[in-house]
Structure formats: structure tokens, C-alpha cells
């Protein structure tokens, strides 16, 4: 089994903001494999579901950002699943809007959900996918822009993206993670 998190924060406030890019994958992959993600344990909300063959459990962490690691610890532990049965799916400020990037282990890039799941299992060999929000205008502070919404103009690329980040869980878990990084970590 795969636990899937999909890292934002809770409330009205975030929905469909920049920093909130994990929970829009995590939908857009409930949506496409009919997982209804509605069980409230462990700070967070979750459904259960397969993608092709692999049993998987999408995982929205309902506390902060920066504290997503008390319910990925607490998920890792009732499933009796290790880091390496853990994907993270978080936003990334270094890259482009529209990329996807697998990453298979490492530090938290500055990435403060990252930093406290790591903190909290006490490991970081876990798989992330890493969403492109791109960079914030020249001038604005960059936990500014990423508590912002898309604006229409990227709008047709959020779209895409998300579609993109669905179909990749597929193919990892089909066709393997190398297949699935030489197919969406091109350059869009």
C-alpha cells in the first residue's frame, strides 16, 4: 500500500492557493480513480482506493503546512508502513508553472511541510512530487505569493498540470518510476 499526501493547508482561506497544489493533486487523482476522501483520522482527511493494481491512501494532512508531519507519522504508523511506501506531493517555487518533478530522497529543499514530515518520521527517503508554481514577481514576498490564488491567464496550465500529475501516479505504478520521471519531468 501507498500513502499518498498531499501537502496545503485547511480552510477556506488556502483553498486553491499556490501552497495548496498537493491537496488540488490529491483531488484530481480522487476525482480520476473514484477515491472519496472523507475519513477524518489523524489531523487529516483520507480515502482509500487503487490506482490500476496498486492500493493506495490519499491523505490531506488538516493541520498547517508546517506541522504536516503529526498526521503523515501518525498515517505511517496505523498503516504499518515505512518512508518508503510514502509519496509527498508539494508545491515548488524553483520551478516553472506546469512542471513536475520526482524527487527520491533528500533534504526539504526550504520547504517547510517537507522539513516537517522528515522531522517528524525521522527519515527522508520518500518519494515527492514536486509541483512547478514558478517564481513570485519581482518585489513580492514569496509567502505571499504562494498563500495566492492562480490567476485566469494560469488557469488553462493549472489544468494540465494537475491532469499531468494524475496520469504520472499511474505510470509509476505501472510502468515503474523511471518510466514515469522520463515521461513528465521534460521540460513542458
Given at each position: ?55 493506495i ?49 533528500g ?82
Open positions: 500500500m501507498k500513502l499518498i499526501v498531499g501537502l496545503g493547508n485547511p480552510g477556506a482561506r488556502y483553498e486553491g492557493s499556490r501552497h495548496n497544489i498537493g491537496f488540488l493533486v490529491a483531488d484530481r487523482l480522487a476525482a480520476a480513480h473514484h477515491i472519496l476522501i472523507s475519513t477524518k483520522r489523524f489531523k487529516a482527511i483520507l480515502g482509500k482506493g487503487w490506482i490500476d493494481t496498486q492500493e491512501v490519499l491523505i490531506k494532512p488538516m493541520t498547517f503546512m508546517n506541522l504536516s508531519g503529526e498526521a503523515v507519522k501518525k498515517a505511517l504508523h496505523f498503516f504499518h508502513s515505512g518512508p518508503e511506501d510514502l509519496i509527498v506531493i508539494h508545491d515548488d517555487l524553483d520551478l516553472s508553472l506546469g512542471r513536475l518533478r520526482f524527487k527520491v530522497r533534504g526539504d529543499g526550504g520547504h517547510l511541510g517537507v522539513r516537517s514530515i522528515i522531522e517528524s518520521i525521522g527519515a527522508s527517503n520518500f518519494l515527492r512530487l514536486k509541483v512547478g508554481i514558478g517564481r513570485p514577481p519581482k518585489g513580492m514576498d514569496p509567502a505571499e505569493y504562494v498563500l495566492n490564488g492562480f490567476d485566469l491567464l494560469e488557469q488553462t496550465s493549472l489544468e494540465r498540470t494537475l491532469d499531468q500529475a494524475a496520469e504520472a501516479f499511474k505510470v509509476i505504478f505501472v510502468d515503474g518510476l523511471q518510466t514515469g520521471m522520463n515521461r513528465f519531468q521534460k521540460k513542458s
